[in-house]
Each structure stands twice: as structure tokens, then as C-alpha cells.
């Protein structure tokens, strides 16, 4: 038998176009893609989470698209699993794979055997961790901080569930995170041997501080706001869900608690703050190639991925 050809995997910060190129590199390649983002996996905020239109998902194949309820929690391993499942499946059917996101951990779980640190973590650990949270946060940032300040400095400290997170795992390991991931960003054998390429953004960045303007506006132009609504009337979100860009805002404009124009600005900015950790994130990419956009099409982006694949 023939040894599957591999995995392609493409990842660029968000408003590259890297949908669009993937689209069009897997019609060239005959291939399936799996998409790997965090938020793109939650049903009823298509808009919101930016996934794939009608008219793309009719092309080919997209698979790990809208298929979480959004009030249930879903994590990394779960989507490794799911992802792991899926591609094993379209290799051994003899599919090519596409793997695209703006998902650094989720693209690291799908192409690879992860080890989560800290396993599934302990419930009672956990609840007393948010009992004290709840009474003040600034304790348990400070508890973080003193345990394990490189990665407090790099968390979202505003945010309970990671530093909540991040408590149990240092407590679980008994160490700094930082210590015990060390050199397992990426572990020497993957589960899939792959072609890992980047699209990297002008250096400037005004022009794509502009396109996640144009992006923010386009949501909500076509109806991000009453796409919440429905899916937050079937049921609290969970607290994943809540952290996707625009749900929380667009829940505080619902409440009369933000102007659209504000929930708007508060979008651009905190996508502008994503984009800066995902090219950090490809910056840790190793043996990635860079395209850079550089103002190219899709179709000459396309040329230039597929010629770092002959």
C-alpha cells in the first residue's frame, strides 16, 4: 500500500484570507479540510465566530464546523480526539488532508500526540478555586503570580477560567507550566508527518488592521447581533463561549449595557490583540514556511503554497 501523502497544514493569523487558500489548495489537492479553531466548533454563531459561509462549506468537506452546542464546555483533548478520529479516517480512505486554522494549540492537537498537563484536573481543587475567586480575585491572581509568574504574565488575568486553569495544573504538576512544557511545543515525532506552511502579514499591518475593521463591520452587518440572541435563548452560553470575540460584547449591547458602537471598537481591538498572539504563535511554528500576503490574491497565494509543496 501507498504511504499517505502528508498532512498540509495552514495557519495565519485571522483577516489573511487563509479560508479562501485553503478552499482553493484542497480543490487543487483533492483533499478534505479540517479546521482548527477554538471557537469555530460552536453551532449558531456562524457570523460571530467567522465560519466557513454556506457557499464554502458547499465546495468540499469542512469538517470540526458547528457541531458544540454553546452552552456545553469543550477543551484542546477533546478536540484532539475528535480531530485525530477524523483525520485517521480520511487518510485511510486515501484523502489528502488539509489542516487550517489561526489556532496554534488546536493546530498542534490536531497534527500531533499532545500530553495536556495536568490530565482533566480535580473537581474539589476547582471548586474551591472559584469559591475564592468569587469572594476576590485579585487573591488568586496573586497566588498565580507568586507560583508561576512567567505564565501569569502571559494569561488573560481578567479571565477565571485560565487562571483558574493554570492554578490547578502548576498544582498538579508541582512545578512552573513554563518548566514543564519546555521543549513540548512541539514533540520530536508527531502523529502525522506534515508540511507546515505560514501566511505572514506586511509589516506595516495597517492593511490588515483595516481588513479586521472591514471584517468586524461586516459581521455585524449580517446579523451577529441576532445570531447571539437566538443562540444565547436556547440556554446560557458556557464559559468558553464567552470568551469567543463578540459574544460577550454583543451579550452586553442585548442587556443595555454597551452601545453596538462601542461592542463594535471593543471587537476591533480585542481582534487586533488576537492577531498579535497568533504571529507569536507562528513565530514557535518550527520548519514552517512563510508565505508572505504581501497584497496577493487567493489564487496567487495558492501558487505560491503549492509551490512549497512540490
Same mark, same amino acid.
Given at each position: ?16 484570507? %487563509?479560508? &479562501?487558500? =485553503? ?28 465560519? +466557513?459561509?454556506?457557499?464554502? $462549506? ?14 456545553? &464546555? ?21 484523502? $489528502? @488532508? ?39 480575585? $485579585?487573591?488568586?491572581?496573586?497566588? *498565580? ?9 502571559? *494569561? ?36 502525522? +508527518? ?8 506586511? &509589516? ?17 452587518? =449580517? ?9 444565547? =435563548? ?12 463578540? @459574544? ?15 461592542? =463594535?471598537?471593543?471587537? %476591533? ?7 498579535? $498572539? ?5 513565530? %514557535? ?26
Amino acid at each position: 500500500m501507498a504511504e499517505a501523502a502528508p498532512v498540509v497544514a495552514l495557519f495565519g493569523a485571522t483577516a489573511l484570507g %487563509k479560508t &479562501e487558500v =485553503a478552499l482553493r489548495l484542497a480543490e487543487l489537492l483533492g483533499a478534505e479540510i479540517v479546521v482548527a479553531d477554538s471557537m469555530q466548533v460552536y453551532a449558531g454563531l456562524a457570523i460571530v465566530t467567522n465560519q +466557513p459561509d454556506a457557499a464554502q $462549506r458547499a465546495r468540499l468537506p469542512q469538517h470540526l464546523v458547528g457541531f458544540v452546542a454553546p452552552q456545553q &464546555e469543550f477543551t484542546a483533548a477533546e478536540y484532539a480526539r475528535r480531530a485525530h478520529e477524523v483525520i485517521d479516517g480520511l487518510r485511510a480512505r486515501g484523502r $489528502r @488532508v488539509v489542516v487550517e486554522g489561526g489556532s496554534g494549540l488546536y493546530l498542534r492537537a490536531a497534527l500531533g500526540d499532545l500530553e495536556f498537563p495536568g490530565g482533566e484536573g480535580d473537581p474539589a481543587l476547582r471548586a474551591a478555586l472559584e469559591a475564592r475567586w468569587a469572594r476576590d480575585p $485579585r487573591e488568586v491572581v496573586a497566588e *498565580l503570580e507568586a507560583r508561576d509568574p512567567v505564565t501569569c504574565a502571559r *494569561l488573560d488575568t481578567r479571565n477565571p477560567r485560565r487562571v483558574i486553569r493554570a492554578l490547578e495544573t502548576v498544582g498538579e504538576l508541582g512545578r512552573p507550566l513554563a518548566v514543564a512544557e519546555r521543549d513540548r511545543l512541539w514533540r520530536p515525532a508527531e502523529r502525522y +508527518p506534515h508540511r507546515l506552511v505560514a501566511l505572514v502579514p506586511d &509589516e506595516d499591518r495597517e492593511g490588515l488592521k483595516a481588513a479586521i475593521d472591514r471584517r468586524v463591520d461586516a459581521m455585524l452587518a =449580517a446579523g451577529a447581533l441576532d445570531e447571539v440572541a437566538a443562540a444565547r =435563548a436556547a440556554g446560557s452560553f458556557s464559559r468558553t463561549v464567552l470568551q469567543a470575540i463578540g @459574544v460577550a460584547e454583543l451579550c452586553a449591547v442585548l442587556d443595555g449595557a454597551m452601545s453596538l458602537e462601542d461592542a =463594535a471598537r471593543r471587537m %476591533k481591538s480585542r481582534t487586533r490583540a488576537l492577531v498579535r $498572539r497568533q504571529l507569536t504563535w507562528m513565530r %514557535k511554528l518550527p520548519d514552517a514556511a512563510l508565505v508572505p500576503v504581501a497584497g496577493r490574491g487567493a489564487d496567487e497565494l495558492t501558487a505560491a503554497v503549492l509551490g512549497l509543496l512540490a
